[in-house]
């Protein structure tokens, strides 16, 4: 005979909790009081919660205006502020009936282009249509964009009709700018009841920074060093230097015959290792190498130029650009970020959304941190504001080895362009984008 223990036959559930092993009409009871009081509480915080969903800051004043005013005038006998309290609660009760219906509604956003170069127009249209088979009534449609918000008022739609309004994005100034999502919005014309229904997802148009075409004779002085020799010796590549007797590991393919043939053991070509142009574009973010926000403007524009220019012409180019040590880091972290140059949309994505920062690796830290983490460069360009000192120039110029090009463009918002040597380095100074391709041009007659 199998015998059940009592620990086998204990209940968990939420009822042997409340009662414990009591039974009878007590115990039932107790478990609908306790169920109801649940069920209750679950249904008042889903009013709560959709009151305040529809309740604005000015309709929660009104209501405590009228709670407070019908007190007072029926404790005091004050006429007037029970004439104040039943009028707050009829305008409640009138705004309530412009939130009565259904939002039976498909809104659409798009945008033609989500890429535009700063001070392009950039539109957007909202498409709101009746997918109801009656009337429905006219409502207000808000699309948030950036910061700001564009508001349009769609009239009554009849079954299946449609209704759309085209809007213009700002496009001053540089910038990832959020478009979306778009909401409809039910409200009493004084703003106490509000009812918002969220439809389509959100959008990023890219307002690219400002380029300049810079023509290839233009850029001549980043010479194509493909095919030009250095010290370096390799068993393989295209610029031969001298014949030496064969090691195990070296390729048959390289065994020269004749010289074999005339000396009795293997002799094998030595080549010369050769390298390819390798473009690298570091555009420094600290917010202490700027005088305004024109002169990092002004920079931007001038990475995405030579960067725009570097894959055109095919050329291997790097661009980066300072990154932000965190706010409660013990130390300075010394880091850069790369930017995409898969293409050219990539790139100009990447520097619409570059910012200036206080705590950002000042020009001489980013010019160590980019010279250590790309090979083979044979031209840098140093890309910052007027901030920044002859030995800032040159203490950054010094981190790259012996062979590299340094180049450093100065963006002085406004300022006559001039070319000067400091040491090994170059510096150009711009007041605008068109000065860069002049700029260049005298620095390839030089």
């Known amino acids: 005979m199998t015998t059940v223990t009592r620990s086998q036959t204990e209940l968990t559930n939420a009822r042997a909790r409340i009662v414990g092993e009591r039974d009878g009409v007590l115990a039932d009871a107790i478990v609908w009081v306790v169920r109801t009081s649940a069920t209750a509480a679950r249904a008042v915080a889903t009013v709560a919660r959709r009151i305040s969903a529809v309740v604005t800051a000015l309709g929660w004043s009104m209501l405590l205006l009228a709670a407070l005013a019908l007190t007072v005038g029926y404790v005091f006998g004050w006429v007037e502020a029970v004439v104040a309290g039943w009028t707050a609660l009829v305008l409640l009760v009138v705004a309530s009936g412009y939130l009565i219906g259904r939002t039976a509604y498909d809104v659409g956003l798009s945008l033609p282009a989500n890429r535009v170069v700063v001070g392009d127009r950039a539109p957007g ?40 309004d085209v809007f213009v994005v ?19 014309p004084i703003g106490l009841l509000r009812r918002e229904v969220v439809w389509a997802d959100s959008l990023d148009l890219f307002v690219h920074p400002r380029t300049i075409a810079i ?26 230097h001298a014949l030496r007797e064969y090691v195990p590991g070296d390729e048959r393919r390289y065994i020269h015959w004749k010289s074999t043939a005339k000396t009795g053991s293997y002799m094998v070509r030595q080549f010369e290792e050769t390298r390819r142009s390798h473009l690298l574009v570091a555009l420094s973010l600290s917010a202490a190498d700027y005088a305004t926000e024109e002169e990092f403007e002004l920079a931007v524009s001038v990475a995405g130029s030579l960067g725009v220019r570097a894959m055109q012409d095919s050329r291997t180019v790097s661009v980066v650009a300072s990154a932000e040590t965190p706010d409660f880091a013990k130390r300075v972290v010394f880091s850069a ?38 090979a083979g460069i044979s031209i840098a360009f140093l890309i910052c504001g007027s901030t920044p000192t002859a030995a800032q120039l040159r203490a950054a110029a010094g981190h790259f080895p012996l062979g590299v090009d340094v180049v450093a463009i100065v963006c002085d918002e406004g300022a006559v362009p001039s070319m000067r040597r400091v040491a090994d380095l170059s510096v150009l100074t711009i007041g605008y984008l068109e000065d860069l391709q002049r700029s260049l041009a005298k620095r390839l007659a030089l």
């Open 170 to 188: 700002p496009t001053t100034r540089r910038g990832i700018v959020p478009i979306g999502p778009v909401r409809t919005v039910r409200a009493d």
């Open 215 to 240: 023509p290839s004779m233009s850029t001549g002085f980043v010479r194509d060093l493909e095919g030009s020799p250095t010290r370096d010796l390799t068993a393989s590549d295209i610029a031969f």
């Open 125 to 164: 249209e909202v498409a709101v249509r009746n997918t109801l088979r009656r009337g429905l009534p006219g409502v207000r449609v808000e699309v948030p964009v950036g910061q700001g918000l564009a508001e349009f008022a769609a009239p009554p739609l009849a079954a299946g009709e449609e209704h759309s």
């Open 337 to 374: 970020r790369r930017l995409s140059t898969v293409n050219r949309g990539r790139l100009l994505d990447d520097l619409a959304g570059v910012e200036t920062a206080v705590s950002a690796l000042r020009l001489p830290e980013l010019a160590q941190v980019a010279s250590d983490g790309a």
